[in-house]
């Protein structure tokens, strides 16, 4: 509770210095596609690579944002619920100090989960580490999260070089509200030094370097101490081991290192940027603080190599980003023994080795063609295609599961002007896709079939991983200045989505958000 506190405190310190400063050097205000169209132009900021910052557009600015989300519906993975409500607080900003950049970011929310299942130790059940555990009972959750994210850089030095650093702290609190539960405890801590340079006015090199902490502190209980209740430890694709009682205490670490490779071409009307990107990291699973036992560790590898394109013409810009990754996890068990000599020294460990593997393929392709007015645009129009392969597979007792997907959306956006007084804008947004499953399995070779690991939790996500499905969406965002002579803008955005499934016995999912805020 201290360092949620602390962390809370520290963030609310640097969100209103940072609002307050940047408001002062604010040179002009942003509408809502405005300040969308200049993110998007700053090409090195979506890399990440903190020094190319002083080859981006300079410009000062800052938003902050109440949010509110409300999700309902069966389709969805069974350890995600079937109803999720949000409401947090959002703030970033960008600072141009000349002889130094400096942008930050920070967001809080609070997170309500109902009739989450097959989970009882884990915040994230998805973040790439199978061994957790699970239960046979539905329950409600409580989950917040702190996401706090900076970058600083220094300006090209001789006109060639320039150091950046990115950095960030996110932390997590979840709570299940159902015996067994567990009071678990995530945070994830990153630095990214970079640098850049300048070869001449049109081509530019980067490298940089990353490095990540990582801990979840997991704590299983029940509040009935005379009803014991029964869970799985899982080991992946459904193998796994039953227990009754309480649970188990479990302290998850690792570190992961990677690095990245830039190159920038850029030239009056064209913009492009080149990225391959590599990291890997080691995280295990023990159980216990005072007898530690390891039960697995995953070795996870992703390699990933992305381009982005924005040509600028007189009334039409056209935007590409394309990217294509690979990702390995190896997931790798532990036979241990403990030692009853009379040094009792606790568990000992006899043998480890790779007992499964998780390999995801996966690109997207995302166009837009938009159509300029000022420093705003007047529409523009969107497609994206996504395409994911992903195979697991459990080695002995071999069992495997697999999805072969492909996503398709168009979107549209027009920014209709009000009135000029006040630059009153509505920005509305419509989107469709479709997802068709091309192929995809879940075979269980194990000797407990009958485990609900088995029978539900994976046959569940299994069937939503191959479903078919529609996507259909809108939103709209109304914004004006707050007085004529400010820079300050005010909006509110209402968006909702509907997702509906054509396959097994899924049914619908919908996404309501609402927010209001200001931007400087």
Not at 391 to 403: E, N, Q, R, T, W
Not at 426 to 432: M, N, Q
Not at 453 to 460: G, I, K, N, P, Y
Not at 495 to 502: I, R, W
Request: hydrophobic residues 35%; proline residues 2%.
């Amino acid at each position: 509770m201290k360092q949620q506190n602390y962390i809370w405190r520290t963030a609310c310190l640097l969100t209103l210095l940072s609002i307050g400063k940047i408001q002062v050097a604010a040179q002009q205000g942003f509408s809502m596609a405005g300040l969308e169209q200049m993110k998007e132009q700053r090409i090195w900021f979506h890399s990440q690579n903190a020094a190319g910052t002083a080859l981006d557009d300079l410009q000062n600015y800052s938003d902050v944002k109440l949010n509110f989300q409300n999700t309902s519906g069966n389709f969805s993975r069974p350890q995600e619920g079937e109803g999720e409500r949000s409401v947090g607080v959002s703030s970033e900003g960008f600072l141009n100090l000349k002889d130094a950049y400096v942008w930050g970011a920070f967001s809080f929310s609070q997170e309500n989960k109902t009739d989450a299942g097959y989970n009882a130790s884990i915040t994230d059940p998805f973040r790439g580490m199978p061994y957790y555990v699970a239960d046979a009972y539905k329950s409600s959750w409580r989950n917040q999260y702190y996401d706090l994210k900076f970058r600083a850089a220094t300006p090209l030095y001789w006109g060639k070089l320039a150091f950046g650093l990115e950095g960030g702290y996110q932390a997590s609190l979840a709570a299940k509200q159902r015996d067994p539960r567990v009071d678990t405890r995530f945070y994830i801590l990153k630095l990214i030094p970079g640098i850049c340079y300048a070869i001449n006015s049109h081509h530019r090199l980067g490298v940089n370097f990353s490095y990540a902490s990582i801990k979840e502190d997991s704590q299983m209980a029940n509040s009935d101490s005379y009803t014991d209740q029964d869970y799985y430890e899982l080991f992946g694709l459904g193998v796994a081991v039953k227990g009754i009682g309480s649970g188990r205490t479990t302290n998850y670490y690792g570190n992961q290192f990677g690095g990245s490779m830039q190159y920038n071409y850029a030239a009056t009307n064209l913009n492009l940027l080149l990225e391959g990107t590599y990291s890997i990291k080691a995280e295990t699973a023990e159980v216990s603080y005072s007898t530690p036992r390891k039960i697995g560790s995953v070795k996870d590898q992703l390699g990933k190599v992305a381009m982005t394109l924005y040509t600028k013409g007189e009334k039409l810009v056209h935007h590409i980003k394309l990217d294509a990754s690979y990702r390995m996890i190896d997931g790798i068990q532990y036979i241990n023994q403990r030692d009853n000599t009379e040094s009792q020294t606790g568990w000992m460990q006899m043998y480890s080795n790779v007992r499964s593997t998780y390999e995801t393929k996966a690109a997207t392709l995302h166009y837009s063609l938009i159509r300029n007015r000022g420093n705003e645009y007047n529409w523009r129009v969107e497609a994206l295609a996504y395409y994911e392969n992903q195979k697991d597979k459990y080695i002995l007792p071999y069992s495997v599961k697999s999805h072969e997907n492909i996503y398709m959306e168009l979107c549209g956006k027009k920014n209709f002007v009000l009135s000029d007084k006040l630059m009153k804008r509505l920005l509305v947004t419509v989107r469709g896709g479709y997802n068709k499953n091309l192929s995809g399995c879940y075979q269980y070779g194990g000797s407990h079939a009958d485990y609900l690991t088995v029978t539900q939790m994976e046959t569940l996500d299994a069937n939503y991983l191959m479903s078919d499905y529609w996507k259909l969406g809108a939103a709209a965002v109304y914004s004006q200045q707050l007085k004529q002579e400010s820079k300050t803008q005010v909006f509110a955005q209402v968006g909702f989505d509907y997702v509906k499934a054509e396959d097994f016995d899924f049914s619908h999912r919908s996404y309501l958000s609402v927010s209001i805020g200001c931007n400087f």
